[in-house]
Each structure stands twice: as structure tokens, then as C-alpha cells.
């Protein structure tokens, strides 16, 4: 079992991506041309992300803009009568991981129940190791480089979303906050959310610059800029090595 395979269990598979963002797109391709995935294709596709022009009361505009794009991804899903998707950031690095470690994932994503899998994630670091394929978790995660949901939760997130959108933030149900924290409140705000995360990760995130946070002062100055791109690259490329 292979990369390929997980993702033809999927109905569809989304990429989310700003439009300006051609760097990562061309990352993107990169990353699946690994795995012998030639994208985009009639089952992968780049979704262009939002990019608000104020940030209201969440932290920031590409926080804002984030949260947006992923509600804006399950309302596609459910347009669309989807029933299992797949939602990838543009910046996820696909991790080397033996074949059989894959299949386990997929087995469990084919044969347990589940409604929410963090298949790729930054946090835990040192996720449960007594299983391989899908645990259950119940602590906190962060990152959301490679997710699945499916059937009813797909609606009933897209919901939750909406409403965390108009709430005011530090509201005890969710309000105005990164698209992290409501992907982890919404396990115990929306009843019978089942949550599970890949044991090991699947997925983590290549070295890119943000689109959520404020930008530090080597990605706003040229000649800054164009150095710390180059850096980036160079980690890429020995990470793919």
C-alpha cells in the first residue's frame, strides 16, 4: 500500500492555496510527484484560499482568511454530495514512511469509526506508539497539514464553523480564533464527533513562509526575503533527499 492508495479512498482531495501563493503550488506538485501523484488531477485539486481584507476580531487577516477557507472547503464537500474528503495545506512535506505503515491507516480509516482523522499534524510531537494506524486522541493537536472527515460531521463541522466565526473571541463554545482551536473544540462542542489521529504522522510542513501570521522582519526587507526563500528551498530539498 502506498501514498496513492490513502488518497484513492477519498472522494476527493483538497489543496488549499492562495492564489499568489504560486511557490508552494509548485512545491505542492513537487511533494505528490514523490509518491507518483501527478496533480492537480480529477481527483486532486487546488482550492483557492480567501484572503479578507481586515481581520475583524480574529488575531489576523490570514488566521481569518484560513478559517474561511477551510469552512469554504466543507461547503464545496457538501455542494458537491461528497461523502470522504481529504484536506491538505499547501506547505505539507508527505513524510518517508514504510509501506505497511500506510496500509495500517488506511485499514483503520476503511474499517473503524471515525468522523474527524489528523492524518498529518505538528503537535503531538511524540504521538501514542502502542498503535499503528489510527488512535484515539483526546488531548489537543496542532496543524492541520493533512485531515479527512466524513459523512454527517462534514455538515455538522461546517456548522460549528460558521458560528465560531460570528462569536465574539474567549467565547466558552469558540469564537474568532485560529482554525486550530476550533478543529480541536469542536471534538467536545458538537456531540459525537469521533476523533482520531495517524499513528505515526503522516504528514508534516515544509519550511514556507506564513500566510496566517504577521510576517517577521527577514520576510518583509528585501534582501531578507530573497535569502530566507533560498534557505527554505535548501531544507526542502535535503528534507525530500
Same mark, same amino acid.
Given at each position: 500500500?502506498?501514498?496513492?492508495?490513502?488518497?484513492?479512498?477519498?472522494?476527493?482531495?483538497?489543496?488549499?492555496?492562495?492564489?499568489?501563493?504560486?511557490?508552494?503550488?509548485?512545491?505542492?506538485?513537487?511533494?505528490?510527484?514523490?509518491?507518483?501523484?501527478?496533480?492537480?488531477?480529477?481527483?486532486?485539486?487546488?482550492?483557492?484560499?480567501?484572503?479578507?481584507?481586515?481581520?475583524?476580531?480574529?488575531?489576523?487577516?490570514?488566521?481569518?482568511?484560513?478559517?474561511?477557507?477551510?469552512?469554504?472547503?466543507?461547503?464545496?464537500?457538501?455542494?458537491?454530495?461528497?461523502?470522504?474528503?481529504?484536506?491538505?495545506?499547501?506547505?505539507?512535506?508527505?513524510?518517508?514512511?514504510?509501506?505497511?505503515?500506510?496500509?495500517?491507516?488506511?485499514?483503520?480509516?476503511?474499517?473503524?469509526?471515525?468522523?474527524?482523522?489528523?492524518?498529518?499534524?505538528?503537535?503531538?510531537?511524540?504521538?501514542?506508539?502502542?498503535?499503528?494506524?489510527?488512535? !484515539?486522541?483526546?488531548?489537543?493537536?496542532?496543524? %492541520?497539514?493533512?485531515? #479527512?472527515? =466524513?459523512? +454527517?460531521?462534514?455538515?455538522?463541522? /461546517? *456548522?460549528?464553523?460558521?458560528?465560531?466565526?460570528?462569536?465574539?473571541?474567549?467565547?466558552?463554545?469558540?469564537?474568532?480564533?485560529?482554525?486550530?482551536?476550533?478543529?480541536?473544540?469542536?471534538?467536545?462542542?458538537? !456531540?459525537?464527533?469521533?476523533?482520531?489521529?495517524? %499513528?505515526?504522522?503522516? #504528514?508534516? =510542513?515544509? +519550511?514556507?513562509?506564513?500566510?496566517? /501570521? *504577521?510576517?517577521?522582519?527577514?520576510?518583509?526587507?528585501?534582501?531578507?526575503?530573497?535569502?530566507?526563500?533560498?534557505?527554505?528551498?535548501?531544507?526542502?530539498?535535503?528534507?525530500?533527499?
Amino acid at each position: 500500500m502506498s501514498f496513492a492508495d490513502l488518497i484513492d479512498h477519498f472522494d476527493r482531495v483538497y489543496i488549499v492555496n492562495l492564489a499568489h501563493r504560486a511557490d508552494r503550488r509548485t512545491e505542492t506538485v513537487a511533494e505528490f510527484d514523490q509518491i507518483g501523484v501527478a496533480i492537480p488531477n480529477d481527483k486532486i485539486q487546488f482550492f483557492e484560499a480567501s484572503r479578507p481584507s481586515d481581520k475583524g476580531a480574529f488575531p489576523s487577516i490570514g488566521s481569518l482568511g484560513n478559517f474561511m477557507s477551510q469552512t469554504r472547503v466543507l461547503k464545496d464537500a457538501l455542494d458537491r454530495g461528497l461523502n470522504r474528503v481529504l484536506i491538505c495545506e499547501d506547505d505539507l512535506h508527505l513524510n518517508a514512511l514504510p509501506e505497511q505503515t500506510v496500509a495500517s491507516v488506511l485499514h483503520d480509516l476503511q474499517t473503524t469509526d471515525w468522523s474527524v482523522a489528523a492524518l498529518g499534524y505538528l503537535e503531538p510531537e511524540t504521538p501514542p506508539a502502542d498503535h499503528t494506524g489510527l488512535s !484515539p486522541w483526546t488531548t489537543g493537536t496542532r496543524g %492541520t497539514q493533512f485531515w #479527512a472527515i =466524513q459523512g +454527517a460531521a462534514i455538515r455538522e463541522f /461546517h *456548522d460549528y464553523l460558521e458560528q465560531v466565526r460570528i462569536r465574539p473571541s474567549g467565547h466558552p463554545q469558540g469564537g474568532s480564533m485560529f482554525f486550530d482551536g476550533a478543529f480541536n473544540m469542536v471534538r467536545t462542542q458538537v !456531540p459525537g464527533i469521533m476523533f482520531r489521529i495517524a %499513528t505515526p504522522c503522516l #504528514a508534516g =510542513q515544509r +519550511a514556507s513562509r506564513t500566510d496566517i /501570521h *504577521d510576517l517577521r522582519f527577514f520576510d518583509r526587507v528585501e534582501p531578507f526575503r530573497t535569502v530566507a526563500g533560498a534557505f527554505r528551498k535548501l531544507r526542502n530539498r535535503k528534507r525530500r533527499a
